[in-house]
Nanobody, 115 residues
């Protein structure tokens, strides 16, 4: 299983970013997918999840209304659209899945929100 995130970077407060996670090594369309984030000195937290078909999503209260998680099962890719970013959203964002009872993580992509 391999998960590779991309799309992070530096954005001004109020700006937007779209993160991508390219998956391989498992049957992508059979797995729910998650995005987590971890800021320095803080625990990793779940920010969004999407079901296998994309028909069901979850968002953390801290970012609800500013996130859209989506997936393209034909491209084995999950996305996280982030809008109205705040300085407190700065973190490393990780893609995650559970496949055959094991957790798998990408290497993360850094999001910096600063003027």
């Amino acid at each position: 299983v391999q998960l590779v995130e991309s799309g992070g970077g530096l954005v001004q407060p109020g700006g937007s970013l779209r993160l991508s996670c390219a998956a391989s090594g498992f049957t992508f369309s059979s797995a729910a997918m998650n995005w987590h984030r971890q800021a320095p000195g803080k625990e990793r937290e779940l920010v969004a999840s999407i079901s296998r078909t994309g028909g069901s999503t979850y968002y953390a209260d801290s970012m609800k209304g500013r996130l859209t998680i989506s997936r393209d099962n034909a491209k084995n890719t999950v996305y996280l659209q982030m809008n109205s970013l705040k300085p407190e959203d700065a973190a490393v964002y990780y893609c995650n899945t559970i496949w055959r009872g094991l957790h798998y993580w990408g290497q993360g992509t850094q999001v910096t929100v600063s003027s």
